[in-house]
Each structure stands twice: as C-alpha cells, then as structure tokens.
C-alpha cells in the first residue's frame, strides 16, 4: 500500500502539471483565437476544468485515512472524471477495507475497462476475491497481474497465499520463492513458504525460513510463534518450541501462552 501511494502522489503531480500546461496553452490560443474557434477552445477549457475538480477530490481521498471520507472524496473525483481509473481503483480498496468485497470487486472491474493494462487493479480484486474465500478467480487476476507486471514481489506473494488456502503447497511454495528471487528481504514470502514448508513436512526447510524472517524483522511475533509450532509438532523439540512462544508471547501473539501451558 505505501508502494502504490507513492506511485499514485507521482501520478497526480505528473497529472496536476499536464492539466496547468494544458490549460495555459489555451488561455494562449484563446487570445488569438478567430471568433469561430472561441467556443471550442471554452469548452476544452471547461474539460480541463473537470480534471483539475477531479484531480483535487482525489487528492482529499488520498490525504485522509478515514475510509468513508476517501469512498466520499473519490465518488466525487468519478463524478467529474468518469473514465479516470485511479478513482475507481482507490475507492475499492476503501471498500474492501470496510469488508465490503462486492463493492470492491464492482470498483477494481470498472478501473480495469477503463485501463486493461493496469497490473494493480487486477491485483487488488485478486485479493478482494482472495477475502471472499473465491480462490480460483483470486488466482486468475494474480495471474493476469503477473502477466502485466512479472517483476512485482507482492504478486507472486499474494497468488502464493491463494495456492496455499486451496491446499497446493506446492505451487506455494513456487511463488512465494519465486518472489524472495525478486525481493530477498520480503517478509512475507518467508512467512508464507516456512507455513507452506511445515504443512508438508519439509520441517528444517521451514525453520530455515522462520530464522531468515526473524532476521529480517526481528519483531515479528508470528515468526516467533510459527518456528514454535514447527519445533513442537514437527521436531519434537520441547525447549526450542518453549523458547520460540517464550518471545512471541513478549512480543504480544495472542495465543502463545496457551502454547507454553500446553507444552508444560
């Protein structure tokens, strides 16, 4: 999400100067203008006008973190703007992040007829989907975001995620190394491949992956609690497993003391 903030503030600086060019190249020709061409060049003028007005709420919807202010601010950016496909794609992460999937999907379809190219509209219904428990069509938006953008860790992350629900361990664990190729450092694709790991018996494999996420992040409380369950459940090693819940449970999991009592 911060990724696509950043690449969104780019696109409406890029956007917001290009309308400022426009308009001035106007404001130009309508002093010279012959008294034929005069209404034309007004109306352009009021198109450009429309897009400043869109590009401004959208601006609102990006500034603020209140999720019904940002449904609010870019439904007025598309009224002004109805084949922008940024509006449509930002108010249906709003809308999926109040658990509303449908309205999500709805918003995430329209942004992708209006920009078929665009990788991450096809990305985020992947996970709205995803949310829905629809695995198959989840995995069918990642492949075609995949196919747009084959260099984008998240991707390969997120379609990892849905094999892993739909119990193709395998296929998991293929994406979610697939995306440590292209970002060494993620910590969810070592989360994702060390479950995938330890669901298959792959035991060392996974405790492997939970030792590199806890050097990635050492604060990660699910780290710390998953290398547990795969040093009881998997290697039988009591005083590793005690160790692991010992810290996840400082770093605040829930469900880690649980884990101790059991285990003692």
């Known amino acids: 999400r911060d990724r696509q903030k950043l690449d969104d503030m780019k696109m409406l600086q890029d956007d917001v100067a290009r309308l400022q060019s426009e308009m001035e190249e106007l404001r ?32 609102k919807g990006f500034a603020t973190d209140d999720l019904d202010e940002q449904i609010e601010y870019y439904s007025y950016a598309i009224e002004q703007k109805p084949d922008w496909n940024r509006p449509y794609n930002n108010r249906g992460l709003a809308y999926h992040y109040k658990g509303n999937y449908d309205r999500a999907i709805a918003d995430f379809s329209r942004a992708i007829q209006i920009d078929p190219n665009e990788a991450d509209s096809y990305n985020n219904r992947g996970s709205a989907y995803d949310d829905k428990g629809e695995y198959d069509q989840a995995i069918a938006d990642y492949n075609r975001a995949i196919q747009i953008d084959p260099n984008d860790a ?74 547990g369950l795969t040093y009881w459940y998997g290697l039988k090693d009591k005083i590793n497993a005690s160790r692991s819940f010992q810290k996840a449970k400082e770093l605040g999991h829930p469900e880690a003391q649980e884990k101790l009592d059991e285990l003692w």
């Open 28 to 59: 130009q020709r309508l002093e010279q203008a012959e008294a034929s061409e005069v209404e034309e060049i007004i109306q352009q003028r009021h198109r450009l006008s429309d897009g400043f007005s869109a590009s401004e709420w959208y601006e």
């Open 154 to 227: 998240d991707y390969y992350i997120n379609r990892g995620f849905a094999y892993y629900y739909k119990g193709d361990y395998d296929l998991a664990i293929a994406d979610f190394s697939r995306a440590i190729q292209i970002d060494p450092n993620d910590a969810w694709a070592y989360l994702g491949r060390g479950i995938s790991y330890r669901i298959k018996g792959d035991y060392d494999l996974a405790i492997a992956d939970f030792n590199r996420l806890i050097q990635i992040d050492p604060n990660d409380a699910y780290a710390y609690y998953d290398r």
